[in-house]
């Protein structure tokens, strides 16, 4: 297996491979690239190889008809689709794994993201029942109701009649709370995304850290280690969703746990008690392995957060959270564009502030992207145009509706002295900020959806709606008894975002119970980089390979 380039490798002709597969993800860089691979072949080369496209996952008609324009359709024996939908992440986490899904909502228009979701939705009914209610807010979430519905209707011949085991089916679109993605994430499993990026449940991590001084000294180049970051590591399973502030004393007390779980041995007098010590060893040897390496992580991400500049970074954060001073150019994002810092460092600045003032003023939006463009490039234009799109970096109204500070009063979105070690509200996520969109889902299943949310639906984009599907038997509804939610984020979905609803599963009163879905696991900086315009057409950003 080979990651895609812009040539077949050697060892394919060398070896004379018959096959060739290629599997991609439908978007146009990817095609351009098979292009310049197929070429780089020659013809008498190519007639001995059988070249296949295999799309993850449905083939995209602009992807074929730029295959024709190139000329090389014709090369390729096959042309499959790979109908994948949800991937289970963890036991209460699926994604899509979707990545520009929320740019081709916002600024192209196209619904084949909203489309896969839907797909996805109806595979779920088919095995768990149909959902019961349906609770929904911003234009894609309307979207993809409308289209459930349509699919059902369409196969109402061959409906199976299940009891439904998901009572509540909330559909998030992701522009209903753009702050909270735009925020640094603080629990542990947030701040490892933040700052070496979680793919695929797994993590890069430079490989010192993790080595004895003798294993370092045998090696000439330590190379980097990869970890898998899931929940059947079961302290992971535990600190992950933990506020990086409580992370030291509970990885403390685990050590001291499995130390005493060790000394046990020496109190085991009989045949019989050191068979017992025996049979939990192997559980003891993995803790104290995962202890480890968990130790050597969040060793390496306090180096990260005890720099000055990310101490800075935070505090800006929140006083714009706070919505201090937000009406007038910001000292510090200024000082950022002139230093040339990271320009998704600085847009994620710039972003937070415009949503908390409801838009900046003609003349402060106009300086800030005066001196973008003239510190990182006239290209950005096209990155304006995009976050505008979006309804990330927009021109203030006349009469400013004051949407966020309403909401932020009324949801309680900003708490200040929150405990990071005990919480007790779902803004320890951030140190102080409750994400907006689990405030939602909060109210929605403890009132019973929209009803008690009138007046502050009126400030978030697009329509709201709670519907009830009708079941195919009024024997469903009575056996039903269940209070489980699906939760499907439209756009993508913050690490923050999974530890403040598994928080609030624990401490609900109505005992419910939280599935998440979302189309892509995301932070800040991805966000970004499907919006950022990059500097050479040639670049293919990470996200899409």
């Not at 691979?37 to 083939?59: E, G, L, N, T």
């Not at 309307?142 to 299940?162: D, F, S, T, W, Y």
Request: aromatic share 8%.
């Amino acid at each position: 297996m080979f990651e895609l380039q812009e040539y077949i490798p050697a060892e394919v002709i060398e070896n004379k491979w018959q096959s060739v597969i290629m599997l991609i993800r439908p978007n146009l860089p990817m095609i351009d690239m098979i292009n310049k691979a197929i070429r780089s072949v020659s013809v008498a080369q190519r007639d001995k190889i059988d070249f296949h496209i295999i799309f993850v996952s449905r083939k995209s008609t602009m992807c074929t008809q730029r295959l024709e324009k190139y000329s090389i359709i014709g090369e390729f024996k096959n042309i499959l689709e790979l109908e994948l939908d949800l991937i289970p992440f963890d036991h209460d986490l699926l994604t899509l794994e979707y990545p520009l899904g929320f740019k081709e909502m916002c600024t192209e228009l196209d619904d084949s993201c909203l489309y896969q979701v839907s797909r996805s939705l109806m595979s779920l009914q088919s095995y768990f029942g149909f959902f019961p209610n349906i609770i929904g807010i911003g234009p894609s979430a309307a979207k993809v109701n409308k289209m459930i519905q349509r699919m059902r209707k369409e196969g109402a011949a061959h409906e199976k009649p299940l009891t439904p085991r998901i009572e509540n089916l909330v559909l998030i679109d992701r522009r209903v709370d753009l702050i909270t993605p735009l925020s640094t994430q603080l629990t542990y499993e947030g701040l490892i995304d933040e700052l070496f990026g979680i793919k695929n449940n797994a993590a890069t991590f430079p490989g010192k850290p993790f080595l004895s001084e003798e294993e370092q000294a045998q090696q000439e180049e330590i190379k980097p280690k990869q970890i898998l970051l899931t929940s059947n590591d079961t302290i992971y399973n535990v600190a992950r969703d933990l506020n990086f502030n409580a992370l030291g004393p509970f990885l403390g007390k685990k050590a001291k746990q499995i130390s005493a779980a060790y000394n046990e041995k020496n109190d085991a007098k009989s045949l019989q008690q050191l068979k017992q010590f025996v049979s939990k060893l192997p559980h003891m040897q993995a803790e104290r392995k995962s202890l480890e390496i968990q130790t050597a992580i969040a060793g390496l991400v306090k180096n990260k957060i005890d720099n000055r500049d990310f101490r800075h970074t935070l505090g800006i954060e929140q006083v714009l959270r706070e919505g201090i001073e937000v009406d007038r150019v910001n000292e510090d994002i200024e000082e950022m564009i002139y230093k040339q810092e990271p320009l998704k460092k600085v847009l994620r600045l710039l972003c937070i502030q415009c949503i908390a003032a409801d838009g900046l003023k003609p003349k402060v939006l106009e300086f800030y992207k005066h001196e973008i463009l003239q510190s990182y490039g006239y290209h950005h234009l096209i990155t304006f145009d995009s976050l505008e799109k979006c309804g990330l970096l927009y021109m203030q109204e006349k009469t400013p509706k004051k949407s966020y500070p309403i909401l932020r009063s009324t949801l309680n979105l900003t708490v200040s002295n929150v405990n990071e070690r005990e919480p007790n509200d779902i803004a320890y996520v951030h140190s102080g900020y409750a994400p907006l969109t689990v405030r939602l889902v909060n109210w929605m299943t403890q009132r019973s959806g929209l009803k008690y949310l009138a007046d502050m639906v009126k400030h978030l984009p697009g329509p709201a709606f709670n519907d009830t599907q009708k079941l195919s038997t009024t024997q469903d509804r009575l056996e039903h008894s269940d209070n489980h939610t699906l939760v499907y984020f439209l756009g993508g979905c913050t690490y923050a975002e999974v530890a403040a609803l598994r928080f609030l599963a624990q401490h609900h009163p109505n005992n419910a119970t939280f599935t998440i879905a979302t189309t892509k696991l995301i932070n800040g900086n991805s966000l970004l980089d499907t919006l950022i315009e990059p500097n050479s057409k040639d670049t293919i950003p990470d996200f899409l390979t």
